[in-house]
T-cell receptor
Framework: DAKTTQPPSMDCAEGRAANLPCNHS???????VYWYRQIHSQGPQYIIH???NNETNEMASLIITEDRKSSTLILPHATLRDTAVYYC????????????FGAGTILRVKS | EAEVAQSPRYKITEKSQAVAFWCDPI?????LYWYRQILGQGPELLVQ????????DSQLPKDRFSAERLKGVDSTLKIQPAELGDSAMYLC?????????????FGPGTRLTVT
């Protein structure tokens, strides 16, 4: 699986958009970009995933660059409850392929 | 909404003792995963099941850890004997099976403290 690089921490003001970057320059054509988050003392929670196109769901938007070497997770209106560790993971679709977590980005939403 | 169940939520044990964790995946999810998460790090896969069969246990310390999923539904992870370095969060996850981009759903975890 391709390696990802994320900033260790970010701050965001409550009500503003949070933009979390991720670099995955060695991603291959059959690998998806996944985002999970982990609120303190809870299990990781799936947020969104994408292959080539930008994706949006009720939680967030995922913007993938045209060359697929980087992506940005956008939380449009961050709340205090969005404070968590956010993991960007590149995952191939081989049967049974596991998730390989890095250290992630600690997002602190401040009032 | 269906959830992955885990028990116990917290466990304190003395080193050299045996400890076991239980996981009940979302109904219909044939793939089950056990992860270990050391404080300050991301989760690391220990073992993956497809129904009752082990698909990947390359990171499972087999001298002291064992995992089973006898009927292809719920699963148990055991440590015997526990060591101080085993203190961590143990997470269970499940997913649908196949080549689709299926997401994994995680349980709340079991926090193990070995004294």
């Amino acid at each position: 699986d391709a390696k990802t690089t994320q900033p260790p921490s970010m701050d965001c003001a409550e009500g503003r958009a949070a933009n979390l970057p991720c670099n995955h320059s060695t991603i291959s054509g059959n690998e998806y970009v996944y985002w999970y988050r982990q609120i303190h003392s809870q299990g990781p929670q799936y947020i969104i995933h994408g292959l080539k196109n930008n994706e949006t769901n009720e939680m967030a938007s995922l913007i993938i660059t045209e060359d697929r070497k980087s992506s940005t997770l956008i939380l449009p209106h961050a709340t205090l409850r969005d404070t968590a560790v956010y993991y960007c993971i590149v995952r191939s679709m081989e049967y049974g392929n596991k998730l390989v977590f890095g250290a992630g980005t600690i997002l602190r939403v401040k009032s | 909404e269906a959830e992955v169940a885990q028990s116990p939520r917290y466990k304190i044990t003395e080193k050299s003792q045996a400890v076991a964790f239980w996981c009940d995946p979302i109904s219909g999810h044939a793939t089950l995963y056990w992860y270990r998460q050391i404080l300050g790090q991301g989760p690391e896969l220990l073992v993956q099941f497809q129904d009752e069969s082990v698909v990947d246990d390359s990171q499972l310390p087999k001298d002291r850890f064992s995992a089973e999923r006898l009927k292809g539904v719920d699963s148990t992870l055991k440590i015997q004997p526990a060591e101080l370095g085993d203190s961590a969060m143990y997470l269970c996850a499940s997913s649908l099976t196949g080549t689709g981009p299926y997401e994994q759903y995680f349980g709340p975890g079991t926090r193990l403290t070995v004294t």
